[in-house]
């Protein structure tokens, strides 16, 4: 059973250019979760998706950041017109459940080293 | 929300026992995390505890809670050169979503 996979594992783009990020859940997951972590802090919490639908995104940055997770295919998280502050490791991670109560562990994939130039 | 502390650094002589301490003000987390981060990598879950026990222990790994004081620690027996590497703590907040205290990098010295 692969792990959660992300890819690229490396992406640099210049400002104002997109940059499209892909992670595709562990078999048999149907939650995933993105974290963005700035050099020398910890993660933070970005959004929370099920197949087609966002779940929470109050992590989110209100403009140029959206994510998505079809019925089929990876999930993506899009960053349009990039700015320098964007530049961080994106790490995604999936779960099999929903609970809040129950124990619910993310496994966490290998994450996108994004720089911006 | 849950806000989580961290010390940032430790140094200890491989073969001694490594502590690592977290704060946190949300006592509502049901679980507690503790992730390791080796450079370059992702985050390997090492060990988790269920909010109404004290103390855990796997192997080499015991975790403390202390739910009074809000406090959770991770200690490493017997540390080796490979437990170098950046450990953070979690809970989760509302919904599901973990949050990360900002990470305490161990150095083990040979």
């Known amino acids: 059973n692969a792990g959660v996979m992300q890819n690229p594992r490396h992406l640099v783009r210049r400002r104002g250019q997109e940059a499209r990020l892909r992670c595709s859940p562990m078999?048999?997951?149907?939650?995933v979760y993105w974290y963005r972590q700035l050099p020398e802090e910890g993660l933070k919490f970005m959004v929370y998706?099920?197949?087609?639908?966002?779940?929470?995104e109050s992590g989110m940055p209100k403009e140029r950041f959206s994510a998505e997770f079809p019925k089929e295919g990876p999930s993506i998280l899009r960053i349009q017109q990039v700015v320098r502050g964007d530049s961080a490791a994106y790490f995604c991670?999936?779960?099999?459940?929903?609970?809040?109560?129950?124990?619910?562990?993310?496994?966490f994939g290998p994450g996108t080293r994004l720089t911006v130039l | 929300g849950e806000d989580v502390e961290q010390s940032l650094f430790l140094s200890v002589r491989e073969g001694d026992s490594s502590v690592i301490n977290c704060t946190y003000t949300?006592?509502?987390?049901?679980?507690l995390y503790w992730y390791k981060q080796e450079p370059g990598a992702g985050l390997q879950l090492l060990t988790y505890?269920?909010?109404?026990?004290d103390m855990k222990q796997d192997q080499r790994l015991t975790v403390l809670l202390n739910k009074k004081d809000k406090h959770l620690s991770l200690r490493i027996a017997d540390t080796q050169t490979g437990d170098s590497a950046i450990y953070f703590c979690?809970?989760?907040?509302?919904?599901?979503?973990?949050?990360f205290g900002g990470g305490t990098r161990l150095m083990v010295k040979p």
């Open positions: 991670a999936s779960s099999p459940m929903t609970s809040g109560s129950s124990y619910n562990e993310q496994f």
């Open positions: 078999k048999g997951h149907s939650h």
């Open positions: 998706l099920q197949k087609e639908n966002i779940i929470d």
């Open positions: 949300d006592s509502s987390s049901t679980y």
């Open positions: 505890i269920f909010s109404n026990m």
């Open positions: 979690a809970g989760t907040a509302a919904g599901n979503m973990l949050t």
